[in-house]
């Protein structure tokens, strides 16, 4: 293959994603829902197209019941005092600075921003659809031209395609939020870094910086490369000119990053878009009806701070907007199993969801050959990961509703630098042949797969990978409110009165679909396990637990249950309607979770029956009770 039919598929590629973004229509395939921050981004762009403005007012809401009448479920706003307002009436220079409170969208303005001419030719959602077609055509571009510099034609496009086709990125070409945008801008930023352009690349990733601050360690290959060059060239004088333009390249995107945040300042009255008074509304929205406003309605959302609360070192910063502070013993336990779990784990792992990334970093460190660039990326890389799952241990992976870790359509293009020369076609063909287990059925459905994100997570083929207990509220699959959280016992007490909650009483969340969740029978709560299937049932407890004791109750057939709690093992026979006991002893104490106690149990089913009352496929259904270390203490927080 040559470049000229190379380029033309990759046009064809673009031209397809553009077409497909003029032609779906985005609300009527998705039953006219949001999903996830595409609210905000979505008002933010028919805003700035029509108002010229990041206001949120009346009309902006009633815009969107136009399209969404379900209305702008999951749109982040804030209250602002403050900002510049034009005042043609006032004189020279016409602008005064507003002193009356204001409600305006809370995050980053540039994607919308970039989409808003679109959006005042082509109506919304469709404006943004074409930003994401228009980027995602830029980084699949920009990257077959970077491969094209070290091998031939053929196996350029075959990584291109496959680094960022292969993975679950294209889902979030459907996305109303900026990930497709941020892919093809930092995309562009490294390639012009690679090619001789440090000022262009600075001023590229200021823009992906200022849109999600944690970009800013992607540029460090941009700032790092100066001295390192310096150092060879030169020892100490090289140094300091390898400083110099350090500095340089640095002042440049700072000043991209300030200048944008200026913005932000004029337009809202305040810098940090994510800070303040910021609330998530769902079904309830300001000045939707008489009486509803900004305090009545919505959830506390506000970011004001680096990293997560701390017991006895952040107290005093927690205002009821924020996850209250952790116990200190439980942070170093959250990270290091987030240092596997941003690998390998079920809803967030990048083996999974980004596998040409990950092989991409096997072959440079195992194989090579091996160089700088390619080192710089890996540094950039790591030092990204590492920050990720330090400043949000329970969150690094973007939220409840996300497909993967949609902050790793961030890191992707750092891919590009990390194929080792001549390892091109292993890369593409081992990538291929995972795309095709783990995201080609996701990607097949991407609208259905982006309203319910936790349904593949149900499969067999992401039930190898651990889920991540890190982020146990979190996980999408709990947008399925059945399986999330489900108390059993006095979980909560009465603050009002005084009375504690019950030590022994116990929250379940149900990963999988081999349990139908909770329900009463056999004179108490428990849970029918799903006949002949295996189950993952995590036991959240107020208290440390010694011993986990299980009752057992045959369903129509009987069954032969296994239990596990890490290697502790227990088996059961029961004969249909009869009950028989099982007890497993947890070594340790758990992982705490706001101060409570997490357990994986681990069940299998191996017969089925149904009935005439309950045509369901019925193993045995189990019922817990804990023994458990009283504290003295309250109920979790959270």
Same mark, same amino acid.
């Given at each position: 293959?040559?470049?000229?039919?190379?380029?033309?598929? +990759?046009?064809?590629?673009?031209?397809?994603?553009?077409?497909? %973004?003029?032609?779906?229509?985005?609300?009527?395939?998705?039953?006219?829902?949001?999903?996830?921050?595409?609210?905000?981004?979505?008002?933010?762009?028919?805003?700035?197209?029509?108002?010229?403005?990041?206001?949120?007012?009346?009309?902006?809401?009633?815009?969107?019941?136009?399209?969404?009448?379900?209305?702008?479920?999951?749109?982040?706003?804030?209250?602002?005092?403050?900002?510049?307002?034009?005042?043609?009436?006032?004189?020279?220079?016409?602008?005064?600075?507003?002193?009356?409170?204001?409600?305006?969208?809370?995050?980053?303005?540039?994607?919308? %921003?970039?989409?808003?001419?679109?959006?005042?030719?082509?109506?919304?959602?469709?404006?943004?659809?074409?930003?994401?077609?228009?980027?995602?055509?830029?980084?699949?571009?920009?990257?077959?031209?970077?491969?094209?510099?070290?091998?031939?034609? /053929?196996?350029?496009? %075959?990584?291109?395609?496959?680094?960022?086709?292969?993975?679950?990125?294209?889902?979030?070409?459907? !996305?109303?939020?900026?990930?497709?945008?941020?892919?093809?801008?930092?995309?562009?930023?490294?390639?012009? !870094?690679?090619?001789?352009?440090?000022?262009?690349?600075?001023?590229?990733?200021?823009?992906?910086?200022?849109?999600?601050?944690?970009?800013?360690?992607?540029?460090?290959?941009?700032?790092?490369?100066?001295?390192?060059?310096?150092?060879?060239?030169? /020892?100490?004088?090289?140094?300091?000119?390898?400083?110099?333009?350090?500095?340089? *390249?640095?002042?440049?995107?700072?000043?991209?990053?300030?200048?944008?945040?200026?913005?932000?300042? @004029?337009?809202?009255?305040?810098?940090?878009?994510?800070?303040?008074?910021?609330?998530?509304?769902?079904?309830?929205?300001?000045?939707?009806?008489?009486?509803?406003?900004?305090?009545?309605?919505?959830?506390?959302?506000?970011?004001?701070?680096?990293?997560?609360?701390?017991?006895?070192?952040?107290?005093?910063?927690?205002?009821?907007?924020?996850?209250?502070?952790?116990?200190?013993?439980?942070?170093?336990?959250?990270?290091?199993?987030?240092?596997?779990?941003? $690998?390998? #784990?079920?809803?967030?792992? =990048?083996?999974?969801?980004?596998?040409?990334?990950?092989?991409?970093?096997?072959?440079?460190?195992?194989?090579?050959?091996?160089?700088?660039?390619?080192?710089?990326?890996?540094?950039?890389?790591?030092?990204?990961?590492?920050? &990720?799952? $330090?400043?949000?241990?329970?969150? !690094?992976?973007?939220?409840?509703?996300?497909?993967?870790?949609?902050?790793?359509?961030?890191?992707?293009?750092?891919?590009?630098?990390?194929?080792?020369? /001549?390892?091109?076609?292993?890369?593409?063909?081992?990538?291929?042949? @995972?795309?095709?287990?783990?995201?080609?059925?996701?990607?097949?459905?991407?609208?259905?797969?982006?309203?319910?994100?936790?349904?593949?997570?149900? $499969?067999?083929?992401?039930?190898?990978?651990?889920?991540?207990?890190?982020?146990?509220?979190?996980?999408?699959?709990?947008?399925?409110?059945?399986?999330?959280?489900?108390?059993?016992?006095?979980?909560?007490?009465?603050?009002?009165?005084?009375?504690?909650?019950?030590?022994?009483? &116990?929250?379940?969340?149900?990963?999988?679909? #081999?349990?139908?969740?909770?329900? =009463?029978?056999?004179?108490?709560?428990?849970?029918?396990?799903?006949?002949?299937?295996? =189950?993952?049932?995590?036991?959240?407890?107020?208290?440390?637990?010694?011993?986990?004791? +299980?009752?057992?109750?045959?369903?129509?057939?009987?069954?032969?249950?296994?239990?596990?709690?890490?290697?502790?093992?227990?088996?059961?026979?029961?004969?249909?309607?009869?009950?028989?006991?099982?007890?497993?002893?947890?070594? /340790?104490?758990?992982?705490?979770?706001?101060?409570?106690?997490?357990?994986?149990?681990?069940?299998?089913?191996?017969?089925?029956?149904?009935?005439?009352?309950?045509?369901?496929?019925?193993?045995?259904?189990?019922?817990?009770?804990?023994?458990?270390?009283? *504290?003295?203490?309250?109920?979790?927080?959270?």
């Amino acid at each position: 293959m040559t470049d000229r039919p190379a380029r033309l598929l +990759l046009g064809l590629v673009g031209g397809a994603l553009l077409l497909a %973004a003029v032609a779906v229509d985005l609300p009527r395939v998705s039953d006219r829902h949001f999903w996830n921050d595409g609210a905000t981004y979505y008002g933010m762009a028919v805003s700035l197209a029509e108002d010229g403005d990041l206001r949120y007012e009346q009309r902006d809401l009633l815009r969107v019941l136009g399209v969404y009448p379900g209305g702008p479920q999951g749109v982040f706003l804030k209250r602002t005092r403050g900002g510049l307002r034009l005042d043609p009436a006032g004189g020279f220079p016409w602008i005064r600075r507003a002193t009356e409170p204001a409600i305006h969208f809370a995050k980053p303005f540039l994607y919308s %921003a970039m989409a808003a001419p679109f959006v005042r030719a082509l109506g919304a959602p469709r404006g943004l659809l074409v930003v994401n077609a228009l980027f995602f055509s830029l980084a699949l571009g920009l990257g077959y031209g970077e491969l094209r510099r070290q091998t031939s034609p /053929g196996r350029a496009l %075959a990584v291109a395609l496959v680094a960022v086709l292969g993975t679950v990125a294209p889902l979030y070409f459907f !996305w109303l939020t900026p990930e497709a945008f941020l892919l093809g801008l930092i995309t562009a930023g490294l390639v012009a !870094w690679r090619r001789g352009h440090p000022l262009l690349a600075a001023v590229l990733l200021g823009l992906a910086t200022y849109s999600k601050p944690t970009n800013l360690f992607v540029a460090l290959v941009l700032g790092v490369e100066p001295l390192l060059h310096g150092w060879r060239e030169g /020892g100490g004088r090289g140094l300091v000119r390898g400083l110099v333009e350090s500095l340089r *390249r640095g002042a440049a995107m700072a000043l991209v990053v300030a200048a944008l945040f200026g913005v932000n300042w @004029a337009a809202t009255g305040e810098l940090n878009y994510q800070g303040g008074e910021r609330k998530t509304f769902y079904t309830r929205f300001p000045f939707e009806a008489p009486g509803v406003d900004f305090d009545n309605s919505g959830f506390w959302m506000t970011t004001d701070h680096v990293g997560p609360l701390v017991e006895g070192r952040d107290d005093d910063k927690y205002v009821g907007r924020t996850a209250p502070p952790r116990p200190p013993q439980e942070i170093p336990d959250s990270f290091v199993r987030n240092l596997a779990y941003f $690998w390998i #784990g079920r809803f967030g792992g =990048a083996v999974p969801y980004f596998f040409p990334a990950v092989l991409a970093v096997f072959l440079f460190l195992g194989v090579g050959p091996r160089t700088p660039a390619g080192w710089l990326a890996l540094a950039a890389l790591l030092v990204s990961y590492l920050f &990720y799952i $330090w400043l949000i241990p329970d969150n !690094w992976y973007g939220g409840g509703g996300t497909v993967g870790n949609r902050y790793f359509v961030n890191l992707l293009p750092l891919t590009l630098f990390l194929v080792p020369r /001549g390892r091109e076609a292993i890369l593409a063909g081992a990538s291929a042949l @995972a795309a095709a287990v783990w995201v080609a059925p996701i990607l097949a459905s991407p609208i259905h797969h982006s309203r319910a994100p936790g349904d593949h997570a149900t $499969w067999a083929v992401y039930r190898v990978f651990p889920a991540e207990l890190t982020m146990l509220n979190d996980l999408s699959v709990f947008l399925d409110v059945w399986r999330k959280k489900r108390p059993y016992g006095d979980t909560e007490g009465d603050p009002a009165t005084g009375r504690r909650a019950e030590p022994a009483a &116990y929250y379940l969340y149900f990963l999988d679909d #081999g349990t139908y969740g909770q329900e =009463a029978a056999f004179g108490g709560n428990g849970f029918w396990l799903r006949g002949g299937e295996k =189950a993952e049932v995590v036991l959240r407890a107020l208290e440390p637990v010694r011993a986990i004791n +299980l009752r057992v109750s045959g369903g129509p057939a009987g069954d032969l249950v296994t239990a596990r709690l890490g290697r502790a093992r227990q088996r059961v026979v029961v004969g249909s309607l009869k009950t028989q006991a099982a007890r497993l002893e947890p070594r /340790g104490t758990g992982y705490g979770f706001y101060d409570s106690f997490v357990y994986l149990l681990r069940f299998e089913s191996r017969y089925r029956g149904v009935s005439p009352a309950d045509p369901r496929p019925l193993g045995a259904f189990v019922q817990i009770a804990l023994e458990v270390d009283d *504290r003295g203490k309250p109920s979790a927080q959270r």
